[in-house]
């Protein structure tokens, strides 16, 4: 009996290691920092569902991850793909919004943000100059929102391919 017992805990134990190793391994995966994860909304994990909302700013969003590390709270956008040299100014800008976001729900400064691609991570740090730009766009986006014509806002003949709007567009590129 007491053999027996030694086999179960021997076994427990082992699957514990196994589960710590194991969660280790997709935190890493998902380019998460150490920390404390505290918002999912990605179909890895249980998705959150309250999207983070700005009075101020008038904007919401949903980043993939939010994890609580020392210095605040550190928002993750995981993007699919290899990744590129520097991370695309698109992506950056995602990831301002939600930097802004979480400024604004948690009222403390951001320290930074990651971009995950498949292969590689980028922690881009949450400035004055970044945020600035950011409401520059947001500003930009919402002029062009009630602009009777608005000019193609890329030089990208792939991203113009894949456009639902190519069909009825007299600026396509291809």
Known sequence: ????????????????????????????????PAGRVTYVDTGAWKRTERPLFSNEHMLTGRPDYLVRVREGVVPVEVKSGAAPAQPYEAHILQLAAYCLLVEETEARAVPYGIVKYDDRAFEIEYTPALRAHLLDTLDAMRRGMGARDVGRSHEDPRRCGGCGYRDGCDERLS
């Open 1 to 32: 009996m007491e053999g027996l017992l030694l086999v179960a805990c021997v076994l427990l134990a082992g699957l514990g290691v196994w589960l710590l190793v194991r969660s280790a391994a997709m935190r890493r995966d998902a380019g998460l």
